[in-house]
């Protein structure tokens, strides 16, 4: 069975960057079927979609954050990770990784990891 | 942007109970649109995907219906297990959610 497990600092200062990293296990990364993504849910509100990524590292991301959002894949490692630079408390949420359908389905989410919740603090 | 709103935002409900759902798109969206479930602490579980698509392990009485702007999830009995929030989503662009429905005990 598939597992997304995320991982990285509960806390970040703000104007620093925010790192993740997201550990697949029970498949492969690098099927040629799936993007991989992440989606965030701020404490309380509701879900927003930051962006996902390939195998060969094509990405694809949600413009209000592209310009401070870097996803990239390690499939040596089966592992996928998100950057947001210059983060304010308004970044503070629940970070989901997930797998996305792909193909047909881009842009539908079967898989999530646990979530885990990053702080940004002042 | 396409924005997707969802109503009610709170509907109370009992169980055995037929559910209704519906979200709007400000603009068409063909089918592209996935229902999710969420339970408190837990992330999202996806019901529905193409509109109208069951997802694989999810009981019968979940079904969605719609194209175009308008899309429904209907819940046929509801049972002790389906009290939670629930998400519609379209991917036509990028992706985006709508406000959710919180479907609580009556």
């Known amino acids: 069975q598939l597992q997304l497990q995320e991982s990285g600092p509960g806390l970040v200062k703000a104007s620093e960057t925010l790192s993740l990293t997201c550990t697949v296990s029970?498949?492969?990364?690098?099927?040629?079927?799936?993007?991989w993504g992440w989606i965030r849910q701020p404490p309380g509100k509701g879900l927003e979609w930051i962006g996902g990524v390939y195998y060969t590292g094509g990405t694809y991301k949600n413009p209000s954050l592209t310009s401070r959002v870097a996803i990239s894949v390690d499939s040596s490692t089966n592992q996928f990770s998100l950057k947001l630079s210059d983060v304010t408390a308004a970044d503070t949420a629940v970070y989901y990784c997930?797998?996305?359908?792909?193909?047909?389905?881009?842009?539908?989410?079967?898989?999530w990891g646990q979530g885990t919740l990053v702080t940004v603090s002042s | 942007d396409i924005q997707m709103t969802q109503s009610p935002s709170t509907l109370s409900a009992s169980v055995g109970d037929r559910v209704t759902i519906t979200c709007r798109a400000s603009q068409s969206v063909s089918t592209w649109v996935a229902w999710y479930q969420q339970k408190p602490g837990k992330a999202p579980k996806v019901l529905i995907y193409e509109a109208s698509n069951l997802e694989s392990g999810v009981p019968s009485r979940f079904s969605g219906s719609g194209s175009g702007t308008e899309f429904t999830l209907t819940i046929t009995s509801l049972q002790p297990d389906d009290f939670a929030t629930y998400w519609c989503q379209q991917y036509n662009s990028f992706p985006a959610f709508g406000q959710g429905t919180r479907v609580d005990i009556k």
């Open positions: 997930t797998r996305d359908k792909g193909g047909r389905q881009r842009g539908c989410f079967d898989f």
């Open positions: 029970g498949g492969s990364i690098t099927s040629r079927t799936y993007y």
